[in-house]
Protein backbone atom coordinates (compact mmCIF):
# COMPACT_ATOMS: atom_id res chain seq x y z
CA UNK A 1 0.00 0.00 0.00
CA UNK A 2 1.41 3.58 -0.50
CA UNK A 3 2.14 5.68 2.03
CA UNK A 4 -1.19 7.71 3.17
CA UNK A 5 -3.04 7.53 6.46
CA UNK A 6 -5.86 5.13 6.90
CA UNK A 7 -9.33 6.25 7.82
CA UNK A 8 -12.24 3.55 8.31
CA UNK A 9 -16.06 5.81 8.18
CA UNK A 10 -18.60 3.07 10.17
CA UNK A 11 -22.27 3.81 8.69
CA UNK A 12 -23.08 4.91 4.88
CA UNK A 13 -26.06 7.48 5.70
CA UNK A 14 -25.48 11.21 4.61
CA UNK A 15 -23.25 11.49 7.92
CA UNK A 16 -20.79 9.07 6.75
CA UNK A 17 -20.27 9.67 2.76
CA UNK A 18 -20.11 13.40 3.66
CA UNK A 19 -17.34 12.45 6.34
CA UNK A 20 -15.87 10.35 3.21
CA UNK A 21 -15.90 12.92 0.51
CA UNK A 22 -14.74 15.78 3.17
CA UNK A 23 -11.56 13.36 4.33
CA UNK A 24 -10.47 12.96 1.10
CA UNK A 25 -11.26 16.42 -0.30
CA UNK A 26 -9.50 18.57 2.18
CA UNK A 27 -6.96 16.18 2.74
CA UNK A 28 -3.39 17.94 2.60
CA UNK A 29 -1.62 14.55 2.37
CA UNK A 30 -2.40 10.86 0.69
CA UNK A 31 -5.38 9.69 2.77
CA UNK A 32 -6.90 6.30 2.52
CA UNK A 33 -10.34 6.11 3.22
CA UNK A 34 -13.05 3.09 3.61
CA UNK A 35 -16.59 3.17 4.02
CA UNK A 36 -18.38 -0.20 5.89
CA UNK A 37 -21.97 0.01 5.35
CA UNK A 38 -23.55 -2.82 7.42
CA UNK A 39 -26.38 -3.06 4.36
CA UNK A 40 -26.27 -3.92 0.88
CA UNK A 41 -26.98 0.06 0.11
CA UNK A 42 -26.07 3.21 0.99
CA UNK A 43 -28.20 5.59 2.32
CA UNK A 44 -29.33 4.91 5.94
CA UNK A 45 -32.64 6.49 6.49
CA UNK A 46 -32.71 8.35 2.74
CA UNK A 47 -34.66 6.19 0.38
CA UNK A 48 -36.24 7.24 -2.62
CA UNK A 49 -38.72 5.19 -5.08
CA UNK A 50 -41.08 5.22 -8.23
CA UNK A 51 -44.65 5.60 -6.78
CA UNK A 52 -47.92 6.23 -8.63
CA UNK A 53 -46.55 6.62 -12.15
CA UNK A 54 -43.87 9.20 -10.90
CA UNK A 55 -40.11 8.54 -11.17
CA UNK A 56 -38.99 9.13 -7.37
CA UNK A 57 -41.24 9.96 -4.56
CA UNK A 58 -39.45 9.99 -1.46
CA UNK A 59 -39.79 7.26 1.45
CA UNK A 60 -38.53 9.23 4.46
CA UNK A 61 -36.64 12.83 3.95
CA UNK A 62 -38.53 14.78 1.62
CA UNK A 63 -36.82 18.57 2.20
CA UNK A 64 -33.34 19.73 4.13
CA UNK A 65 -33.55 23.42 5.37
CA UNK A 66 -32.00 25.89 3.38
CA UNK A 67 -31.65 28.56 5.88
CA UNK A 68 -29.07 25.83 7.50
CA UNK A 69 -26.58 26.45 4.41
CA UNK A 70 -25.01 23.11 4.59
CA UNK A 71 -27.25 20.53 2.87
CA UNK A 72 -27.72 22.77 0.13
CA UNK A 73 -23.72 23.48 -0.10
CA UNK A 74 -23.48 19.99 -0.76
CA UNK A 75 -26.12 19.81 -3.18
CA UNK A 76 -24.32 22.48 -5.08
CA UNK A 77 -20.78 21.29 -4.83
CA UNK A 78 -22.34 18.38 -6.18
CA UNK A 79 -23.62 19.61 -9.12
CA UNK A 80 -27.23 19.32 -8.24
CA UNK A 81 -27.58 23.18 -7.60
CA UNK A 82 -29.78 23.51 -10.39
CA UNK A 83 -31.78 20.22 -10.14
CA UNK A 84 -32.88 21.30 -6.92
CA UNK A 85 -36.88 22.78 -5.98
CA UNK A 86 -38.65 24.57 -3.18
CA UNK A 87 -42.05 23.60 -1.72
CA UNK A 88 -45.42 25.61 -3.50
CA UNK A 89 -45.86 27.56 -0.14
CA UNK A 90 -49.35 25.52 0.67
CA UNK A 91 -50.01 26.29 4.19
CA UNK A 92 -50.32 23.61 7.34
CA UNK A 93 -53.06 23.11 9.50
CA UNK A 94 -53.66 21.30 12.89
CA UNK A 95 -56.24 19.06 13.21
CA UNK A 96 -57.73 19.65 16.61
CA UNK A 97 -61.77 18.37 16.73
CA UNK A 98 -61.56 20.03 12.62
CA UNK A 99 -58.77 21.68 10.84
CA UNK A 100 -57.00 24.76 12.04
CA UNK A 101 -54.10 27.03 9.74
CA UNK A 102 -51.54 27.00 11.84
CA UNK A 103 -50.81 30.69 12.42
CA UNK A 104 -47.91 32.76 10.20
CA UNK A 105 -45.55 34.24 12.61
CA UNK A 106 -43.89 31.69 14.90
CA UNK A 107 -40.37 30.26 15.25
CA UNK A 108 -40.96 26.21 15.68
CA UNK A 109 -44.45 27.27 17.20
CA UNK A 110 -43.28 29.80 19.30
CA UNK A 111 -45.53 33.14 18.57
CA UNK A 112 -43.30 35.63 17.55
CA UNK A 113 -46.15 38.22 17.73
CA UNK A 114 -49.19 38.07 20.35
CA UNK A 115 -51.49 38.62 16.82
CA UNK A 116 -50.38 35.60 16.08
CA UNK A 117 -52.46 33.55 17.85
CA UNK A 118 -55.01 35.97 18.75
CA UNK A 119 -56.95 35.69 15.33
CA UNK A 120 -56.41 31.72 15.46
CA UNK A 121 -59.39 29.45 15.84
CA UNK A 122 -56.81 26.74 17.68
CA UNK A 123 -57.09 28.16 20.80
CA UNK A 124 -59.72 28.71 23.16
CA UNK A 125 -59.88 32.31 25.11
CA UNK A 126 -58.24 31.09 27.74
CA UNK A 127 -55.23 29.82 25.99
CA UNK A 128 -55.07 33.23 24.15
CA UNK A 129 -55.15 35.02 27.46
CA UNK A 130 -52.46 32.96 28.32
CA UNK A 131 -50.03 32.81 26.22
CA UNK A 132 -50.57 36.58 25.44
CA UNK A 133 -49.37 37.44 29.63
CA UNK A 134 -45.70 35.69 28.53
CA UNK A 135 -43.65 38.45 28.25
CA UNK A 136 -45.24 39.64 32.03
CA UNK A 137 -43.68 36.00 33.52
CA UNK A 138 -40.62 35.96 35.36
CA UNK A 139 -38.00 34.18 34.04
CA UNK A 140 -38.22 30.10 33.37
CA UNK A 141 -35.46 27.93 35.29
CA UNK A 142 -34.35 25.60 32.56
CA UNK A 143 -34.50 21.88 33.38
CA UNK A 144 -33.48 21.33 29.13
CA UNK A 145 -36.97 20.20 28.57
CA UNK A 146 -38.86 21.54 25.46
CA UNK A 147 -42.24 20.38 26.84
CA UNK A 148 -41.43 21.52 30.37
CA UNK A 149 -40.47 25.16 29.33
CA UNK A 150 -42.67 26.29 26.65
CA UNK A 151 -45.76 25.28 28.70
CA UNK A 152 -44.34 27.53 31.91
CA UNK A 153 -44.07 30.21 29.38
CA UNK A 154 -47.30 29.95 27.50
CA UNK A 155 -49.72 27.78 28.72
CA UNK A 156 -50.90 24.32 27.89
CA UNK A 157 -52.64 25.11 24.72
CA UNK A 158 -49.66 26.30 23.29
CA UNK A 159 -47.63 24.04 24.02
CA UNK A 160 -49.95 20.96 22.99
CA UNK A 161 -51.93 22.54 19.65
CA UNK A 162 -48.63 24.28 18.12
CA UNK A 163 -45.09 23.70 19.73
CA UNK A 164 -45.42 19.74 20.44
CA UNK A 165 -46.92 18.63 17.15
CA UNK A 166 -44.34 20.96 15.50
CA UNK A 167 -41.39 19.70 17.35
CA UNK A 168 -42.92 16.38 17.56
CA UNK A 169 -43.48 16.14 13.69
CA UNK A 170 -39.52 16.42 12.81
CA UNK A 171 -38.12 14.36 15.76
CA UNK A 172 -40.73 11.75 16.41
CA UNK A 173 -40.65 13.10 20.09
CA UNK A 174 -42.36 14.09 23.03
CA UNK A 175 -41.42 16.84 23.54
CA UNK A 176 -41.65 16.92 27.57
CA UNK A 177 -38.72 14.28 27.90
CA UNK A 178 -36.84 16.25 24.68
CA UNK A 179 -33.97 18.42 25.34
CA UNK A 180 -34.28 21.94 24.98
CA UNK A 181 -30.84 22.58 24.12
CA UNK A 182 -30.59 19.62 21.32
CA UNK A 183 -33.13 22.47 19.23
CA UNK A 184 -31.08 24.89 18.89
CA UNK A 185 -33.94 27.36 17.53
CA UNK A 186 -35.81 27.20 20.48
CA UNK A 187 -32.87 27.07 22.72
CA UNK A 188 -31.48 30.30 21.45
CA UNK A 189 -34.61 31.55 22.79
CA UNK A 190 -34.30 31.02 26.14
CA UNK A 191 -31.38 33.62 26.44
CA UNK A 192 -33.74 36.34 27.55
CA UNK A 193 -36.95 36.66 30.00
CA UNK A 194 -39.62 36.74 27.40
CA UNK A 195 -39.56 33.84 24.34
CA UNK A 196 -42.50 35.71 22.74
CA UNK A 197 -40.00 39.21 22.37
CA UNK A 198 -36.64 37.03 21.60
CA UNK A 199 -38.87 34.99 18.96
CA UNK A 200 -40.25 38.46 17.34
CA UNK A 201 -36.19 39.63 17.01
CA UNK A 202 -35.26 35.88 15.58
CA UNK A 203 -37.84 36.16 12.94
CA UNK A 204 -36.61 40.02 12.08
CA UNK A 205 -33.29 39.15 11.71
CA UNK A 206 -34.24 35.86 9.55
CA UNK A 207 -36.38 38.43 7.64
CA UNK A 208 -33.94 40.96 7.08
CA UNK A 209 -30.96 38.76 6.50
CA UNK A 210 -33.15 36.64 3.76
CA UNK A 211 -34.39 38.00 0.12
CA UNK A 212 -37.55 38.46 0.49
CA UNK A 213 -39.71 35.08 -1.03
CA UNK A 214 -36.47 32.80 -0.71
CA UNK A 215 -37.42 29.56 0.26
CA UNK A 216 -36.73 28.26 3.37
CA UNK A 217 -37.04 24.39 2.15
CA UNK A 218 -35.20 22.49 -0.72
CA UNK A 219 -34.64 19.24 -2.42
CA UNK A 220 -33.43 17.52 -5.39
CA UNK A 221 -36.26 17.21 -8.30
CA UNK A 222 -35.15 13.46 -8.55
CA UNK A 223 -35.62 13.06 -5.08
CA UNK A 224 -33.43 12.64 -1.61
CA UNK A 225 -32.06 9.36 -3.32
CA UNK A 226 -30.21 11.55 -5.89
CA UNK A 227 -28.14 13.45 -3.20
CA UNK A 228 -27.03 9.83 -1.75
CA UNK A 229 -26.46 8.90 -5.65
CA UNK A 230 -24.36 11.62 -6.42
CA UNK A 231 -22.94 11.81 -3.25
CA UNK A 232 -21.52 8.24 -3.11
CA UNK A 233 -19.98 8.42 -6.83
CA UNK A 234 -18.52 11.42 -6.16
CA UNK A 235 -16.94 9.88 -3.20
CA UNK A 236 -15.77 6.40 -4.81
CA UNK A 237 -14.43 8.57 -7.86
CA UNK A 238 -12.09 10.36 -5.38
CA UNK A 239 -10.48 6.54 -4.51
CA UNK A 240 -12.19 5.73 -1.35
CA UNK A 241 -13.99 2.39 -0.62
CA UNK A 242 -17.08 1.66 -0.41
CA UNK A 243 -17.61 -1.88 1.20
CA UNK A 244 -21.33 -3.55 1.84
CA UNK A 245 -22.62 -5.64 3.91
CA UNK A 246 -19.94 -5.46 6.28
CA UNK A 247 -21.49 -5.21 9.98
CA UNK A 248 -18.47 -3.85 12.48
CA UNK A 249 -18.88 -6.15 15.38
CA UNK A 250 -15.87 -4.90 17.76
CA UNK A 251 -13.16 -1.99 17.33
CA UNK A 252 -9.84 -2.95 18.89
CA UNK A 253 -7.06 -0.65 19.71
CA UNK A 254 -2.98 -1.81 19.69
CA UNK A 255 -0.71 1.52 20.01
CA UNK A 256 -1.50 4.32 17.63
CA UNK A 257 -3.88 1.87 15.67
CA UNK A 258 -7.50 0.90 15.45
CA UNK A 259 -8.61 -2.55 14.35
CA UNK A 260 -12.23 -2.86 12.63
CA UNK A 261 -13.56 -5.96 12.84
CA UNK A 262 -16.39 -7.45 10.83
CA UNK A 263 -17.79 -11.14 10.00
CA UNK A 264 -15.59 -11.18 6.93
CA UNK A 265 -12.43 -9.08 7.02
CA UNK A 266 -10.49 -6.73 9.53
CA UNK A 267 -9.24 -3.46 8.54
CA UNK A 268 -6.48 -1.71 10.44
CA UNK A 269 -6.77 2.04 10.42
CA UNK A 270 -5.27 5.11 12.07
CA UNK A 271 -8.30 7.12 12.80
CA UNK A 272 -12.09 5.73 12.85
CA UNK A 273 -15.45 7.63 12.53
CA UNK A 274 -18.28 6.52 13.88
CA UNK A 275 -21.51 7.31 11.45
CA UNK A 276 -23.71 4.76 12.89
CA UNK A 277 -26.63 5.28 15.17
CA UNK A 278 -25.81 5.06 19.16
CA UNK A 279 -27.47 2.29 19.33
CA UNK A 280 -25.66 0.12 16.96
CA UNK A 281 -22.06 1.97 17.53
CA UNK A 282 -22.64 1.15 21.54
CA UNK A 283 -21.47 -2.48 21.20
CA UNK A 284 -17.98 -1.84 19.47
CA UNK A 285 -17.34 0.92 21.87
CA UNK A 286 -17.60 -0.96 24.40
CA UNK A 287 -14.94 -2.92 23.11
CA UNK A 288 -12.86 0.70 23.60
CA UNK A 289 -13.81 1.92 26.41
CA UNK A 290 -17.09 -0.11 29.02
CA UNK A 291 -18.31 3.65 30.58
CA UNK A 292 -18.66 5.34 27.07
CA UNK A 293 -20.29 2.59 25.55
CA UNK A 294 -22.36 2.21 28.48
CA UNK A 295 -23.69 5.19 27.66
CA UNK A 296 -23.88 5.06 24.37
CA UNK A 297 -26.77 2.08 25.19
CA UNK A 298 -28.69 4.47 27.03
CA UNK A 299 -29.69 6.38 24.02
CA UNK A 300 -33.16 5.67 22.99
CA UNK A 301 -34.92 5.88 19.38
CA UNK A 302 -38.61 6.18 17.96
CA UNK A 303 -40.00 4.08 15.34
CA UNK A 304 -42.32 5.58 12.47
CA UNK A 305 -44.36 4.03 9.66
CA UNK A 306 -44.77 6.49 6.42
CA UNK A 307 -47.32 5.31 3.96
CA UNK A 308 -47.39 6.96 1.07
CA UNK A 309 -50.69 7.02 -0.69
CA UNK A 310 -52.14 7.73 -4.25
CA UNK A 311 -55.67 8.66 -3.82
CA UNK A 312 -57.47 9.22 -7.04
CA UNK A 313 -58.01 12.90 -8.18
CA UNK A 314 -62.45 12.19 -7.88
CA UNK A 315 -62.01 11.21 -4.15
CA UNK A 316 -59.81 14.26 -2.86
CA UNK A 317 -62.17 17.35 -1.82
CA UNK A 318 -61.54 20.49 -3.59
CA UNK A 319 -61.34 22.73 0.19
CA UNK A 320 -57.99 20.63 0.78
CA UNK A 321 -55.89 22.67 -0.72
CA UNK A 322 -53.08 22.86 1.72
CA UNK A 323 -49.61 21.08 2.44
CA UNK A 324 -50.64 18.49 5.04
CA UNK A 325 -51.74 18.71 8.95
CA UNK A 326 -50.19 17.95 12.73
CA UNK A 327 -52.35 16.22 15.15
CA UNK A 328 -51.42 16.99 18.97
CA UNK A 329 -51.07 14.12 21.07
CA UNK A 330 -53.97 14.39 22.71
CA UNK A 331 -56.55 14.27 19.75
CA UNK A 332 -54.35 11.35 18.43
CA UNK A 333 -55.03 8.04 17.42
CA UNK A 334 -52.33 6.31 15.37
CA UNK A 335 -51.60 9.37 12.73
CA UNK A 336 -49.68 11.92 13.78
CA UNK A 337 -48.85 14.13 10.81
CA UNK A 338 -50.45 13.85 7.18
CA UNK A 339 -48.73 15.47 4.10
CA UNK A 340 -50.68 16.32 0.70
CA UNK A 341 -47.37 15.58 -1.26
CA UNK A 342 -48.94 16.48 -4.29
CA UNK A 343 -49.83 20.29 -2.48
CA UNK A 344 -46.80 20.72 -1.43
CA UNK A 345 -44.56 19.79 -4.27
CA UNK A 346 -45.46 20.87 -7.95
CA UNK A 347 -43.22 17.98 -9.15
CA UNK A 348 -45.36 15.11 -7.39
CA UNK A 349 -48.28 15.24 -9.49
CA UNK A 350 -49.69 12.22 -11.66
CA UNK A 351 -50.51 12.57 -14.62
CA UNK A 352 -54.43 11.37 -14.23
CA UNK A 353 -54.13 14.45 -11.64
CA UNK A 354 -54.35 12.03 -8.38
CA UNK A 355 -53.37 13.19 -5.07
CA UNK A 356 -49.81 11.62 -3.13
CA UNK A 357 -50.27 12.06 0.31
CA UNK A 358 -47.56 10.93 3.03
CA UNK A 359 -49.32 9.50 6.30
CA UNK A 360 -46.77 9.33 9.66
CA UNK A 361 -47.75 6.89 12.12
CA UNK A 362 -45.60 6.10 15.52
CA UNK A 363 -43.53 8.60 17.54
CA UNK A 364 -41.74 8.02 21.28
CA UNK A 365 -44.23 6.58 23.15
CA UNK A 366 -46.76 5.20 20.45
CA UNK A 367 -45.30 2.13 18.89
CA UNK A 368 -47.02 1.05 15.98
CA UNK A 369 -44.06 -1.59 14.58
CA UNK A 370 -45.82 -4.37 15.72
CA UNK A 371 -48.78 -4.13 13.52
CA UNK A 372 -48.79 -5.57 10.11
CA UNK A 373 -48.49 -3.31 6.84
CA UNK A 374 -52.99 -4.05 6.38
CA UNK A 375 -53.51 -3.44 10.07
CA UNK A 376 -51.03 -0.07 9.71
CA UNK A 377 -53.30 1.01 6.40
CA UNK A 378 -56.34 0.71 7.70
CA UNK A 379 -55.71 2.26 10.72
CA UNK A 380 -54.00 5.17 8.73
CA UNK A 381 -57.23 5.54 6.45
CA UNK A 382 -59.48 5.47 9.50
CA UNK A 383 -57.95 8.50 11.44
CA UNK A 384 -58.16 10.03 7.70
CA UNK A 385 -61.65 9.54 7.56
CA UNK A 386 -62.16 11.55 10.89
CA UNK A 387 -59.89 13.88 10.42
CA UNK A 388 -60.69 14.68 6.33
CA UNK A 389 -64.34 13.35 6.74
CA UNK A 390 -63.90 11.52 3.54
CA UNK A 391 -63.80 7.88 3.15
CA UNK A 392 -60.26 7.35 0.85
CA UNK A 393 -59.87 4.78 -1.67
CA UNK A 394 -56.36 4.41 -2.26
CA UNK A 395 -55.23 3.38 -5.78
CA UNK A 396 -51.77 2.94 -5.01
CA UNK A 397 -50.27 2.15 -1.54
CA UNK A 398 -46.47 2.13 -0.11
CA UNK A 399 -45.67 0.77 3.45
CA UNK A 400 -41.86 2.57 4.53
CA UNK A 401 -41.27 1.41 8.09
CA UNK A 402 -38.50 3.71 9.96
CA UNK A 403 -37.60 1.29 12.50
CA UNK A 404 -36.04 2.99 15.78
CA UNK A 405 -34.78 5.73 13.24
CA UNK A 406 -35.62 8.51 15.46
CA UNK A 407 -32.83 9.33 18.37
CA UNK A 408 -34.56 10.84 20.91
CA UNK A 409 -32.32 13.55 22.65
CA UNK A 410 -33.35 13.76 26.12
CA UNK A 411 -32.58 16.05 28.61
CA UNK A 412 -29.04 16.93 29.03
CA UNK A 413 -28.19 15.07 25.85
CA UNK A 414 -24.79 17.33 25.08
CA UNK A 415 -23.59 16.64 28.59
CA UNK A 416 -23.99 12.96 27.86
CA UNK A 417 -22.15 13.37 24.95
CA UNK A 418 -19.39 14.94 26.26
CA UNK A 419 -19.14 12.32 28.33
CA UNK A 420 -19.05 9.89 26.04
CA UNK A 421 -15.77 12.12 23.62
CA UNK A 422 -14.41 13.17 27.01
CA UNK A 423 -14.02 9.90 27.82
CA UNK A 424 -13.03 8.01 24.77
CA UNK A 425 -10.45 10.93 24.26
CA UNK A 426 -8.72 10.11 26.90
CA UNK A 427 -7.46 6.50 25.77
CA UNK A 428 -9.09 6.46 22.34
CA UNK A 429 -8.09 8.95 20.32
CA UNK A 430 -9.10 9.77 17.09
CA UNK A 431 -12.61 7.89 17.51
CA UNK A 432 -15.11 10.65 16.03
CA UNK A 433 -18.86 10.64 15.61
CA UNK A 434 -20.83 11.91 13.20
CA UNK A 435 -24.83 11.78 12.31
CA UNK A 436 -28.17 12.23 13.82
CA UNK A 437 -27.69 10.00 17.20
CA UNK A 438 -25.43 12.59 18.29
CA UNK A 439 -25.42 16.48 17.00
CA UNK A 440 -28.79 17.10 15.38
CA UNK A 441 -31.15 14.65 13.08
CA UNK A 442 -31.45 16.73 9.84
CA UNK A 443 -29.87 16.87 6.87
CA UNK A 444 -27.98 19.61 7.19
CA UNK A 445 -26.67 18.86 10.59
CA UNK A 446 -25.40 15.90 9.83
CA UNK A 447 -23.97 16.81 6.49
CA UNK A 448 -22.37 19.49 9.00
CA UNK A 449 -20.92 16.80 11.69
CA UNK A 450 -19.62 14.96 8.74
CA UNK A 451 -17.68 17.96 7.82
CA UNK A 452 -16.55 18.62 11.22
CA UNK A 453 -15.54 14.88 11.90
CA UNK A 454 -13.02 15.13 8.50
CA UNK A 455 -11.72 18.06 10.66
CA UNK A 456 -11.74 16.51 13.73
CA UNK A 457 -9.81 13.66 12.03
CA UNK A 458 -7.44 15.31 10.29
CA UNK A 459 -6.23 17.73 13.28
CA UNK A 460 -5.51 13.73 15.06
CA UNK A 461 -4.09 12.59 11.95
CA UNK A 462 -1.22 15.67 11.82
CA UNK A 463 -0.34 14.69 15.74
CA UNK A 464 0.65 10.88 14.59
C1 LIG B 1 -39.45 9.17 8.12
C2 LIG B 1 -38.33 10.18 8.22
C3 LIG B 1 -38.49 11.44 7.66
C4 LIG B 1 -37.46 12.38 7.74
N1 LIG B 1 -37.63 13.60 7.15
C5 LIG B 1 -36.62 14.48 7.16
C6 LIG B 1 -36.71 15.69 6.40
O1 LIG B 1 -37.72 15.93 5.71
N2 LIG B 1 -35.66 16.56 6.43
C7 LIG B 1 -34.52 16.29 7.14
O2 LIG B 1 -33.60 17.12 7.13
N3 LIG B 1 -34.38 15.14 7.85
C8 LIG B 1 -35.39 14.23 7.86
N4 LIG B 1 -35.25 13.05 8.53
C9 LIG B 1 -34.02 12.81 9.30
C10 LIG B 1 -32.81 12.46 8.43
O3 LIG B 1 -33.21 11.83 7.23
C11 LIG B 1 -31.88 11.49 9.20
O4 LIG B 1 -31.65 11.96 10.50
C12 LIG B 1 -30.54 11.34 8.48
O5 LIG B 1 -30.73 10.90 7.16
C13 LIG B 1 -29.66 10.36 9.28
O6 LIG B 1 -28.43 10.20 8.62
P1 LIG B 1 -27.23 9.44 9.33
O7 LIG B 1 -26.16 9.29 8.33
O8 LIG B 1 -26.88 10.08 10.62
O9 LIG B 1 -27.81 8.01 9.78
P2 LIG B 1 -28.44 6.81 8.97
O10 LIG B 1 -29.14 7.28 7.76
O11 LIG B 1 -29.18 6.01 9.99
O12 LIG B 1 -27.16 5.97 8.47
C14 LIG B 1 -26.42 5.16 9.33
C15 LIG B 1 -25.87 3.99 8.53
O13 LIG B 1 -25.05 3.20 9.40
C16 LIG B 1 -25.23 1.83 9.04
N5 LIG B 1 -24.81 1.02 10.19
C17 LIG B 1 -25.44 0.86 11.37
N6 LIG B 1 -24.73 0.04 12.16
C18 LIG B 1 -23.64 -0.33 11.47
C19 LIG B 1 -22.51 -1.18 11.78
N7 LIG B 1 -22.40 -1.79 12.95
N8 LIG B 1 -21.57 -1.35 10.82
C20 LIG B 1 -21.67 -0.72 9.61
N9 LIG B 1 -22.70 0.10 9.28
C21 LIG B 1 -23.68 0.29 10.20
C22 LIG B 1 -26.72 1.75 8.73
O14 LIG B 1 -27.03 0.61 7.95
C23 LIG B 1 -26.95 3.07 7.99
O15 LIG B 1 -26.80 2.92 6.59
C24 LIG B 1 -36.26 12.07 8.45
C25 LIG B 1 -36.11 10.80 9.01
C26 LIG B 1 -37.12 9.86 8.90
C27 LIG B 1 -36.93 8.49 9.51
Given at each position: ????????????????????????????????????????????????????????????????????????????????????????????????????????????????????????????????????????????????????????????????????????????????????????QLAALTSERSMLRAAGRARAAATKNSQPG????????????????????????????????????????????????TDSKDYECDAVVVASPARHSAPFIRDLDS??????????????????????????????????????????????????????????????????????????????????????????????????????????????????????????????????????????????????????????????????????????????
Amino acid sequence: MSQGHRVVVIGGGIAGLTTALSLIADSPSPIHVTLLEAKDTVGGIIRTSPFAGLPAVDEAADAFLVRVPHAQQLATELGLGAALTAPTGAHASVWHNGMHDIPSDLLLGVPAKARAFARSTLFSPYGKVRAAIEPLLPRTIDNDSVGHYVRKRFGREVHERLVDPLVGSIYAADTDSFSMAAVPQLAALTSERSMLRAAGRARAAATKNSQPGAPIFGTPLRGMGALIDTLSSRVTSLGASIVFNARVHSVTKSGHHYTVHTDSKDYECDAVVVASPARHSAPFIRDLDSHAGELLADWTHASVVLITLAIPASQWPAHLTGSGYLVPKPDQRWVTAASFGSNKWAHWRPTDGSMIVRVSLGRDGLDVMHFDDDKLVNLALADMKLHLGVDLQPSEIRVSRWAESFPQYRPHHSSKLAEVEQSLAVHSPGIVFAGASYRGIGIPACVQQGRAASTAIHAHLSTL
